[in-house]
């Protein structure tokens, strides 16, 4: 059996063309050596090397290929033991015998590999992949001890997408230049301070899109996102307490944000944001507080985000929106058209008039967490308002509710807003996936999901051409006429 590196490989099988012409044509082989390559570069470089011993055609195809993607398969294994050792010294020197063959410019370059590599080994690859001007660098690293890049990922001209995964230490130098840079994704890595986050925005001249993913910016006082062509930020996981978050980003059109809590949010410029997503969550240490402080942070994010035309709140979000010294008051939301609304542990209720009468051109409402919090508190603090939002009498069309429960509560929200909804067009209700208590039994049933949803039709009209669609386990109801 013949091999290339550690990977066995079978032996070269012979057509006899005399017998079966058809069966023997290599129509693959034929191909132009160009269209070979994009094939091979949809597969990992291991693969892509074995198909060297298919004919004197194939022997150096692999050679040219512009895409190379390499995995030890040992990313989330502890180092130390022999097997793995072994095979991860089997992969450097064959991670080495690539690179030494394959001299092309490079389109994309993926290295996933655990702690047991070498990390002078993972610095030299990463210099060889950027000297062969590498547009596309995605890096999955799992080490424990912090891992420095080396300065050469800092001044390419021809990098497009920068992928980090791993316990990068973002240190980065003076001399910074990432002139085609469009899509940044980091997570897991360290920010050292204001400065390196300064500096590595600012040379950023196109970027487009960035993602930051459970990052550590212990010691940067202000995060100043400061980045003019900047088209979509996504926060997530992030202990952004004690720190300022800045916003100034006038190309931004779509920001979501999942992480905790910071000291303040300074909006300088949203001007051109359509789609947020907030996600603001408490600290176990800020949740022993709940300050306004808090409330208020939230609330300020609120207003540097109040002209878009779709809006999220997650339940974390209402629920520390509720300590604001000024609860109730919101911003007004003049073009929002989309409104998605969650719970969490049944604060925040007391807001849903005041963010009904804030949004006055909203069609669209969503409560994609239910009604009432999953952990088993039922009641929740819903007194109807004395008057009707402008939005229901005039521009609310859909109502999608999911994770319903057919609780009374969740039924007086329900009659609120179809009642007074007037050209209401739609009500999806989905009722939350059944449930198994600790003695294996199915809290609500078929029949009682039934009796529930015959609650619906006794529903007083607000609209006469609203249509009502129950999702339960055994399919959907629809109910096209309510009573009046």
């Known amino acids: 059996m013949e091999t290339t590196d550690q990977y066995p490989v079978p032996k070269r099988v012979k057509y006899d063309k005399a017998e079966n012409p058809a069966e023997g044509e290599d129509k693959i082989s034929n191909l132009p050596d160009t269209l070979l390559h994009h094939i091979l570069s949809f597969l990992p470089t291991k693969y892509a090397v074995r198909t060297c011993i298919l004919s004197k055609r194939w022997k150096y195809i692999w050679t040219s290929v512009t895409s190379l993607d390499f995995d030890d398969g040992f990313y989330d294994t502890e180092p130390g033991k022999k097997r793995v050792r072994a095979k991860v010294a089997n992969f450097m020197n064959f991670v080495d015998k690539v690179l030494i063959q394959n001299a092309s410019s490079l389109e994309k370059f993926h290295l996933k590999c655990g702690s047991s590599c070498d990390l002078n080994r993972i610095n030299t690859w990463i210099c060889a992949a950027m000297t062969r001007k590498v547009q596309q660098l995605c890096l999955l690293i799992s080490v424990k001890q912090s891992l420095k890049l080396p300065h050469c990922l800092f001044t390419s001209e021809y990098l497009v997408k920068l992928e980090l995964v791993g316990n990068f230490v973002l240190n980065v130098p003076s001399s910074i230049c990432l002139s085609s840079l469009i899509i ?57 307490t004690g720190h300022k978050i800045r916003f100034n980003l006038p190309a931004l059109t779509v920001l979501t944000y999942a992480a905790y809590a910071p ?78 609304l ?54 609310l069309k859909s109502i999608e509710i999911s994770e319903f429960e057919g609780h009374d509560q969740e039924f007086e929200v329900i009659k609120f807003l179809v009642n007074n909804a007037s050209i209401l067009e739609r009500l999806v ?40 669609v129950i999702g339960t386990s055994f399919g959907s109801i629809f109910i096209k006429g309510l009573k009046g």
């Open 263 to 340: 000291e303040e949010f300074i909006v300088d410029d949203l001007s051109s944001l359509y789609e947020a997503s907030i996600g603001v969550e408490l600290s176990e240490d800020q949740y022993k507080i709940k300050s306004s402080m808090h409330g208020d942070c939230v609330h300020a994010l609120l207003e540097g985000v109040a002209h878009v035309k779709i809006l999220d709140l997650d339940g974390d979000t209402m629920e520390t929106l509720s300590f604001a010294a000024e609860h109730p008051y919101m911003p007004t939301f003049p073009n929002l058209k989309r409104l998605g």
């Open 342 to 395: 969650g719970v969490c542990k049944n604060y925040g209720w007391g807001m849903l008039p005041c963010l009904l009468e804030c949004s006055p051109g909203l069609e669209v409402l969503q409560f994609y967490e239910g009604l009432v919090h999953s952990d088993g508190q039922r009641k929740f603090n819903w007194d109807s308002p004395q008057s009707v939002p402008y939005c229901l009498l005039s521009h």
């Open 184 to 240: 940044l994704y980091l997570e897991k890595v360290t920010f050292v301070d204001d400065i390196s986050v300064e500096q590595l925005f600012s040379s950023c001249q196109v970027l487009e899109f960035l993602t930051i993913d459970d990052c550590r910016w212990d010691n940067v006082t202000t995060f100043d996102f400061s980045i003019p062509t900047l088209n979509c930020l996504t926060i997530y996981h992030c202990n952004s």
């Open 429 to 468: 209700v989905n009722f939350r996936e059944r449930r198994v208590d600790v003695e294996g039994q199915v809290k609500i049933g078929e029949k009682e999901e039934l009796k529930v949803a015959e609650k619906f039709l006794d529903l007083q009209k607000g609209s006469a051409h609203c249509r009502i």
